[in-house]
Nanobody, 124 residues
């Protein structure tokens, strides 16, 4: 069983940066693919970024490429999402997820464990 706790969300202005953190507890963090998703009211949960075991491969939604960076620190059992040049349309609840090393890592169904979410609000 893996427990995930996100932190780092908040209210910022357009153009600002935020770094989200996701601390994982439980064994075998290094054996999970990790992902960041976001979801707004009435919207489906969408993949923002994902990173494979070992951190050698990442994937990003087109809407955040060049602005967001996902990374993982196995020594700290933590995955990060560095968000730069934030836009009002990035406003959502952001969720961290952990899942087995499947080939796909951009679908919610690829993940077995979820955090409680952290709110990111970007004002114009």
């Amino acid at each position: 069983q893996v427990q995930l706790v996100e932190s780092g969300g908040g209210l910022v202005q357009a153009g600002d940066s935020l770094r989200l953190s996701c601390a994982a507890s439980g064994p075998r963090f290094s054996t999970y693919n990790m992902g960041w998703f976001r979801q707004g009211p009435g919207k489906e949960r969408e993949s923002v970024a994902a990173i494979r075991i070992g951190g050698g491969s990442t994937a990003y939604a087109d809407s955040v490429k060049g602005r967001f960076t996902i990374s993982r620190d196995s020594a700290k059992n933590t995955v990060y999402l560095q968000m730069n040049s934030l836009k009002p349309e990035d406003t959502d609840v952001y969720y961290c997820a952990a899942g087995p090393p499947r080939a796909s890592m951009t679908r919610p169904s690829d993940y077995d464990y979820w955090g409680q979410g952290t709110q990111v609000t970007v004002s114009s």
